[in-house]
C-alpha cells in the first residue's frame, strides 16, 4: 500500500484546513486507517484514526471537537477536517494505514504503512 498526504499549508489561528489521503491498493477497506502529526522536537502523536467500514471514529483529546476524520472506500481516501485551528496543532502530518487492527491504534508501532507527511503551519 502506498499513502499519499496533501492538503497542507499556511493558515491563520481559527481557521480551518483539509488534509487528503490517498491510498493504493485493492484492499482499503480493510485497513484501520489514522493521521499522526510530528511538530518539531517532538515524539509523533496519534491525531484521529477511522475503522475500516468508517462507523468508529477515535481522536486525541487535543483535537476532540475540532477535528474530524472520514474515509471513502470507493475512492481509497480518508481526509481530516480540521476546525478551530491554533498554533499548536502546526506540524508535519502524517497518513498511516494499519493491516490488521487489534484494537490498539494510538501507537505508531500499530502501523504498517505511512505516507510522506505534509506540513501544516498555524500562525497566531
Known amino acids: 500500500v502506498q499513502l499519499q498526504a496533501s492538503g497542507g499549508g499556511l493558515v491563520q489561528a481559527g481557521g480551518s484546513l483539509r488534509l487528503s489521503c490517498a491510498a493504493s491498493g485493492r484492499t482499503f477497506s480493510s485497513y484501520f486507517m489514522a493521521w499522526f502529526r510530528q511538530a518539531p522536537g517532538k515524539e509523533r502523536e496519534f491525531v484521529a484514526g477511522?475503522?475500516?467500514?468508517?462507523?468508529?471514529?477515535y481522536y486525541a483529546d487535543s483535537v476532540k471537537g475540532r477535528f474530524t476524520i472520514s474515509r471513502d472506500n470507493a475512492k481509497n481516501t480518508v481526509t481530516l477536517q480540521m476546525n478551530s485551528m491554533n498554533p499548536e496543532d502546526t506540524a508535519v502530518y502524517y497518513c498511516a494505514a494499519d493491516r490488521y487492527y487489534s484494537g490498539s491504534y494510538y501507537r505508531t508501532d500499530d502501523y504498517d504503512y505511512w505516507g510522506q507527511g505534509t506540513k501544516v503551519t498555524v500562525s497566531s
Open positions: 477511522i475503522s475500516g467500514n468508517g462507523a468508529r471514529p
